[in-house]
C-alpha cells in the first residue's frame, strides 16, 4: 500500500505562482510514476504531468513551460511547480503513482486539493 500526502493548493492570482507537494509513504519502494492530475467541475480528470524513477517527464500541452514537475532524491515526494497561473488552470489536482511503468492507469490517489486562480 502507499499512501499519498499533498499540500500546496489555493487561492492564486492569475500569472501567481504555486507549487504542490505529495509526499509518498507505505510501500514506497514499489514506486515507479509520480505525477499530477487535474479535474474542474463538469470535465473529465486529465493528466498534468507524470515523472518516472528515472527522471523521465511528460507534461500535458495546456502546461508546458509553466508548470515542473520534480521528485526528490528518495523518489518519495513529488512536486508541481506552476507559474504565470490562469483561470483556466482551476481545478481540484490530484497526486497519483503507478506501481509499474507500464501500469495504464495510476494506482493510488492522493485526496485533492484544490487550485483556484482569480482575481
Known amino acids: 500500500q502507499v499512501q499519498l500526502v499533498e499540500s500546496g493548493g489555493g487561492l492564486v492570482q492569475p500569472g501567481g505562482s504555486l507549487r504542490l507537494s505529495c509526499a509518498a509513504s507505505?510501500?514506497?519502494?514499489?514506486?515507479?510514476?509520480m505525477g499530477w492530475y487535474r479535474q474542474a467541475p463538469g470535465k473529465q480528470r486529465e493528466l498534468v504531468a507524470d515523472?518516472?524513477?528515472?527522471?523521465?517527464?511528460n507534461y500535458a500541452d495546456s502546461v508546458k513551460a509553466r508548470f515542473t514537475i520534480s521528485r526528490d532524491n528518495a523518489q518519495n515526494t513529488v512536486y508541481l511547480q506552476m507559474h504565470s497561473l490562469k483561470p483556466e488552470d482551476t481545478a481540484v489536482y490530484y497526486c497519483?503513482?503507478?506501481?509499474?511503468?507500464?501500469?495504464?492507469?495510476?494506482?493510488?490517489w492522493g485526496q485533492g486539493t484544490q487550485v483556484t486562480v482569480s482575481s
Open positions: 497519483s503513482v503507478k506501481r509499474y511503468r507500464w501500469s495504464r492507469r495510476p494506482d493510488y
Open positions: 515523472i518516472t524513477s528515472g527522471g523521465r517527464v
Open positions: 507505505g510501500s514506497i519502494f514499489s514506486i515507479d510514476t
